[in-house]
Each structure stands twice: as structure tokens, then as C-alpha cells.
């Protein structure tokens, strides 16, 4: 029996039910942005596994960080212990964050690291005697699969099952020039209640890398702590490069309250979830009263192996080639879509730093399950790249380290597509 047909018998993989799904491609060697199939096949990894390898598969510095940390601490309860690695990364984090950001709390992965800063901010109103229980979010958010997650995601299909056992959010449309007074009055009207307003800065990756601008996050944010708003940014997806900068954040003025991490965090090694916040937030749980406590923790909080795993991709990240090698990847992106952008089929072109989105045109509907989709998946697969369209969207997140020869053929074959699909 081989590797699919073990794999089909015992796994129930994410977003794979339907019987016409194709088997899973058995992956089983990674070496920089390429992955490599049991029969030897290469595929050029342009999503980077699901948005969370930065620096390449099999990376041999991480690979040694975290087989020197293996024969150390494989890992040690979080809760009234420490350890070197989870101590240096909270430190060597904090100190490129906005400089409010002064606490970190460890976790698991991206949901777990929302669903710490979601209760960090009901708590936060709870434990001052002021029950501020609603929260703000854009419409089309994505902030994880569980349920607080959940619930401050846009309702979809994919919530559609358990929208009735979400608890209730106050979902706005993303900020612009001609609807900002009218975003800013609907805060102000619902101030005493809102506990805190969390969104994905820049560009809302699930939703179809819808991208918008600065100047208006900016604006709304100050409404928002005029009205005493906490502000969560969840740089879960932004995080680490992708826009640009370090982080989505440092394209603003305004500065979150809370911060959440995870994807790019250990190089897309293995998971954690990291969600930082302001010495404020922190104060407010400062106390004799144990029922001030916040108490959330995993098993696996701050394990030391992904700990490692993370200041590896740190050494990286801050290594000097890594911001050219961002630069680089943004320049290719930008001449791909002015090349491409009156082209009949396509509707639309966006880019942010390493991110770059195609809308197509399509005779069927422009959601997720557009018919379109799967022909464009299965069309990339076959020509040995990796990219998942969301719906009638292609987008190009690569690795950092992607040559630009292999850039060169993504975008060649994108515009083959354009002509053959």
C-alpha cells in the first residue's frame, strides 16, 4: 500500500470532503521554496504552505537550532516555570514591536493566539467592574476556526453550521474616504458597549487578499481610542515581512493594544502562537484577587523546541538579505502586474510587499466555490507550482528565498492561463 493510499484510509484532511477531490499529493522532501513529491516532481511552494514558511522548507540553520534544543528541553510546563528560549523570544519580539508592546503570552498556534487577545480585552472591562461585552470587526474577517475565532470572522459558509452558538459582533465595512464619518459615528454610538475592535491591517488575506489603505485604518483606530476602544491587530497572516515591512503595523501611526502572532513566527517550522500586549492590559490582571487571573493556558504553551524554531527564523529574518530579498520579491510582483492588468480576463490586480492578487473575470458566481477555482488549481498543479486560488482569486505569497527564475515561471504560467483556461 503506498503513501496516499495509507493517508486516504486514517486522515481527514481540512477543506478535502467532497468525493470528487482529487487524492493529496504525497509530499516528501522540502529543500528552500520547493517541495517534492514521492515520485520525484517538483513543486515551486508560491503560498508558502499556507502563508508560513519565510525562509524556505528544511531550512539547515533551524533544522540545527532546534536539533541542539532537542538534546536540551524538549519541553516543560509553562505554568509557574521558564526557560531560556521562551524568554529570549518574547524579548528579541517586543523589542522590533511598537514600542507599547510590553507583555507576551505564549500559545499554540493562530486561533489560540485571537482567542487570548479576545478574552485579554473582555476580561480587561470585567476586571475593572465595567462589562463591556461587544466587539467590532470588518466584514469578510478571517481570524481563525475556533470559536471566539469564529465568531469575530465574517459569516460564510464556513461558519454557516454553527452560526447560531457564535456570540454576537458588531461587523463594519472596511474604511474609506467616503464612508469614514459614517464608520466613526456607528463607533461612537455603540462606545460604552464595545470592549475592543479587531481587524487584519492591510489586507484580509482569507477574504481574497482584499487590500486597503493605511490612511484610513489610521483614522479609524484614533476614533477608537478616543472612544476608549481596545485595539487588537492580528498580524497572524501580516506578520514577519509579507507587507513589506516587519509587520503590517509599522505601516501605521496609530498603535494596536494587542498584538497576535503565529504562521511566519518559527519559519512555518512547526506551530506557536504568541499574542503581545500593552503594559496596561497587563496591570489590569496585576492582583491578589485570583478571579482576576486570566486563565488560559495549553500544554504546550512556549514548548522550547518551537521556541528555538522561532529565534532561528529571527536570526534570519533580521539578517540583512532578508528585507532585499522582500524588496525584491515586491519589485517582480509590481512589473508582473502592470504586465498583466488590462488583460480582458482580469478584473483586478493588487499588490502589498510580498503579496500579490488577481481577480478573474468568471461567468459564474465570484465566491469561494466559483467553478473557476479548481481548474486554476489543478491547472498549477500539473505545470509543478503550488497556488490556491480563493474562489476566482489567484494570489503569489512565495518564500523569501524563491528565485527569480522560478518567480518568472509562476508569472509565465499565470499568463498562459489567462489565454488557455
Known amino acids: 500500500m503506498n503513501l496516499v493510499e495509507r493517508d486516504l484510509k486514517v486522515i481527514w484532511h481540512p477543506y478535502t470532503q467532497m468525493k470528487t477531490v482529487q487524492p493529496p499529493v504525497p509530499i516528501v522532501r522540502g529543500e528552500g521554496a520547493c517541495l517534492f513529491d514521492a515520485s520525484g516532481k517538483k513543486y515551486i511552494d508560491a503560498v508558502s504552505s499556507w502563508w508560513v514558511n519565510i525562509h524556505g522548507h528544511s531550512h539547515p540553520y533551524i533544522a540545527q537550532k532546534v ?29 522590533i514591536l511598537p514600542d507599547n ?19 485579554m480585552c473582555l476580561q480587561y472591562w470585567n476586571n475593572q467592574g465595567n462589562k463591556r461585552t461587544k466587539i467590532l470587526a470588518f466584514k469578510n474577517a478571517y481570524h481563525g476556526d475556533t470559536f471566539g475565532a469564529m465568531a469575530v470572522s465574517g459569516r460564510s459558509a464556513f461558519t454557516a453550521a454553527f452560526d447560531s452558538l457564535l ?46 489603505g493605511a490612511e484610513y485604518l489610521n483614522e479609524l483606530m484614533a476614533h477608537c481610542r478616543k472612544e476608549g476602544v481596545l485595539l487588537i491587530a492580528d498580524e497572524v ?15 501605521l501611526t496609530e498603535k494596536p493594544d494587542i498584538m497576535c502572532f503565529s504562521k511566519g513566527l518559527t519559519g512555518g517550522t512547526m506551530a506557536l502562537g504568541l499574542t503581545t ?28 523546541i518551537a521556541c528555538s524554531a522561532a529565534l532561528a527564523s529571527m536570526d534570519l529574518f533580521m539578517d540583512a538579505a532578508t528585507p532585499e530579498n522582500i524588496e525584491r520579491i515586491a519589485r517582480a510582483h509590481k512589473r508582473f502586474a502592470e504586465r498583466i492588468k488590462h488583460h480582458p ?56 528565498c524563491i528565485t527569480d527564475a ?16
Not at 72 to 95: D, K, N, S
Not at 184 to 193: A, F, N, V
Not at 406 to 421: C, N, P, V, W
Open 67 to 95: 536539533a541542539e534544543q532537542l538534546t536540551t528541553l524538549e519541553h516543560v510546563i509553562f505554568a509557574g516555570f521558564t526557560h531560556p528560549a521562551a524568554v529570549e523570544l518574547a524579548e528579541r519580539l517586543l523589542a
Open 237 to 251: 497572516f501580516t506578520g514577519f515581512g509579507r507587507t513589506g515591512k516587519r509587520f503590517a503595523c509599522d505601516h
Open 167 to 212: 456570540f454576537e459582533v458588531e461587523f463594519i465595512d472596511l474604511p474609506a474616504k467616503n464612508n469614514l464619518q459614517d464608520l466613526k459615528s456607528q463607533i461612537s454610538g455603540l462606545k460604552s458597549e464595545l470592549a475592543c475592535f479587531i481587524f487584519e491591517p492591510l489586507v484580509q488575506g482569507s477574504a481574497g487578499m482584499i487590500m486597503y
Open 101 to 119: 508592546q510590553q507583555k507576551a503570552f505564549y500559545s499554540d498556534n493562530g486561533s489560540t493566539a485571537v482567542e487570548v487577545a479576545i478574552k
Open 277 to 304: 500586549c500593552t503594559g496596561q492590559i497587563f496591570d489590569a490582571f496585576l492582583s491578589d484577587d485570583k478571579l482576576k487571573t486570566l486563565f488560559h493556558g495549553h500544554s504546550f504553551t512556549a514548548n522550547p
Open 406 to 421: 522560478d518567480l518568472d515561471y509562476i508569472y509565465s504560467k499565470i499568463e498562459q492561463a489567462l489565454e488557455e483556461i
Open 345 to 400: 480576463k482580469i478584473k483586478t490586480v493588487r499588490q502589498t510587499g510580498t503579496i500579490v492578487a488577481m481577480e478573474w473575470e468568471t461567468g459564474d458566481n465570484t465566491s469561494y466555490f466559483s467553478l473557476l477555482r479548481d481548474k486554476l488549481y489543478y491547472y498549477f498543479l500539473d505545470a509543478g507550482i503550488i497556488l490556491r486560488p480563493l474562489g476566482n482569486i489567484i494570489y503569489i505569497l512565495p518564500p523569501y
